[in-house]
């Protein structure tokens, strides 16, 4: 059975510092496909990235990128020179042959003016 | 205007009662999902229809029915709420033209009393 683990609950850092969001996932299919989405206060899920298990390239997308490595099953998350309006909580998914969507737990991501 | 609408935002209710959660789409996908987010444990799949004549039971469906009343309705009711029940209904859309990304409305907020 698909997994995802985002083993950190809670992560505060100060605004303008660096802060990575762990994501680890389980699955014994070959194709399947990798997400982020970002919860702020607000309540609504904004979808950030989807990538699917045949590119390990690194993604840049302004102050996000991701990293995926497959020999460690992890898809990573990166806020460089964070800013207040990150904070979110912030969930990885992970979907496979049958386009089912399994969620982490969540990150709240708390940034400090 | 959003292109996935959830009615009500937010429902009060007692023990008992017949709920009915409505979701409406413009985004032409043939996909329709609804899920619950509890506090700690993400979110977890209600029911599923990959198109209007196809409706599966997702991982939490006990307690729950969907009418897919047209492409762009998806309906989640709950027959006879029970407080476990309280919590944070999303629903969701996807289109293979759209590499199954799912795209999430702003969520109804149900408490059951």
């Known amino acids: 059975a698909q997994k995802v683990t985002q083993a950190q609950t809670e992560i505060s850092v100060v605004e303008k510092e660096d802060v990575t969001l762990d994501c680890v996932y389980e699955?014994?299919?070959?194709?399947?496909?990798l997400f982020w989405y970002k919860q702020p206060p607000s309540g609504e899920l904004v979808f950030l990235i989807r990538r699917n298990s045949f590119d390990e390239q690194n993604e840049i997308s302004g102050r996000y990128s991701w990293n995926f490595q497959k020999s460690t099953s992890s898809f990573n998350f990166t806020i460089t020179a964070s800013q207040v309006v990150d904070s979110a909580v912030y969930f990885c998914?992970?979907?496979?042959?049958?386009?089912?969507?399994?969620f982490g737990t969540g990150t709240r991501l708390t940034i400090i003016p | 205007d959003a292109d996935v609408t959830q009615t009500p935002r937010n429902r009060i209710t007692k023990t008992g009662k017949r709920i009915m959660l409505e979701c409406s789409q413009t985004k032409g996908h043939d996909r329709m999902y609804w899920y619950r987010q509890d506090p700690g444990l993400g979110l977890r799949l209600i029911y599923y229809?990959?198109?209007?004549?196809?409706?599966n039971k997702g991982e939490i469906s006990d307690g729950y029915s969907v009418s897919r009343q047209a492409q762009a309705k998806f309906s989640l009711s709950l027959e006879s709420a029970i407080p476990n029940q309280t919590a944070l209904y999303f629903c969701?859309?996807?289109?293979?033209?759209?590499?199954?990304?799912?795209?999430f409305g702003p969520g109804t907020r149900l408490t059951v009393l």
């Open positions: 229809s990959f198109d209007v004549k196809d409706i």
């Open positions: 969701a859309t996807s289109d293979i033209a759209s590499t199954d990304t799912q795209y």
């Open positions: 699955t014994r299919d070959t194709t399947y496909y």
């Open positions: 998914a992970l979907s496979e042959a049958d386009d089912q969507l399994t």
